[in-house]
């Protein structure tokens, strides 16, 4: 299997059990997924220093996991670490971030930092009181570059005088391979055929609070552990059977893993791009054929962008 040298980033989940909780975040699967497994739920500083020393320099460290980061008070102090010698990249809610953490952050070469926006129709557990407006307006004009966004329809109403002149970027939510329901039909059909994904190359696992390790940011069920950094090298992730096993549902359908249920991963050849793409397309249109028409070009979009092969 010609797999190409891992990872450019990893994911750090440094607790379990987010208090955001929100709606689109498979939150209960990985709460009762990761209870089987260990019973550590805040990543210790110790464990975090350990696991990172054996990542390569050249592997970028992204604070953002299958939880809000920044709910382990420790979570500034492992960023300040893990700087020395990699990129960093956050993604946060600031639930759990102080002011004083947002002035460590801002004296630090971060490469991307996200701010996930709470929404008004309330799908985020996200307290805006004054300290989150204080933190708000601290972040906005300190050196940070931020990339703002929020998950569904609408930004929440009180902070749009706090992010005036900012560009807010709106983003779509899903199923998370298959570990939250949602109606739609592309997101509940189990793909055929050839697929692909750039993660399925070891680009983008994640360290749980234990130092195990899973294959992605949409493992919430942790179904495939790749091993556990405390333990095992880092090569050595990416060539357990769990690992493999995954890579090689791209071309075996017979394995139900989760990159199946993904909005992810991408048709590869023509019988896939039919099955996965067209055919469910085609299904939703026919409940409306008059937009059947209006929606060819976003079939013929989505039929050419599905082809994209990772390799
Ligand atoms: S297809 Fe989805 S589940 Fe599979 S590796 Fe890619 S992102 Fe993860």
Redesign the pocket.
Known sequence: MNLRPPADYIEITTNIGCPNNCTYCPQGRLIQAYKKISDVNRMSYELFTKCIDKVPAKTNILFSGLSEAWFNPDCTRMLVYAQNKHKILVYTTMSGMSIEDIRILETLPLEEFHLHLPTDENTENIAIDDDYLQKLTYLNESRIKVTYSFFGLNLKKCLEPFLKGKKVLKRDFHSR?GNIYLSKIFENRRKKGKID?E??YGKGPVLLPNGDVV??C??YGLEYILGNLTRNSWVELFSSQAFLK?CRSRTDSSID???RR?I??QDVGLQSRINNTLVPLLMLYMKNPKSLFKAMGKIVRRLVNSDKSCK
């Open positions: 391979a994904c993660l399925l294959l992605c949409m493992d995954a893993s989760i990159c993904c992810q991963s």
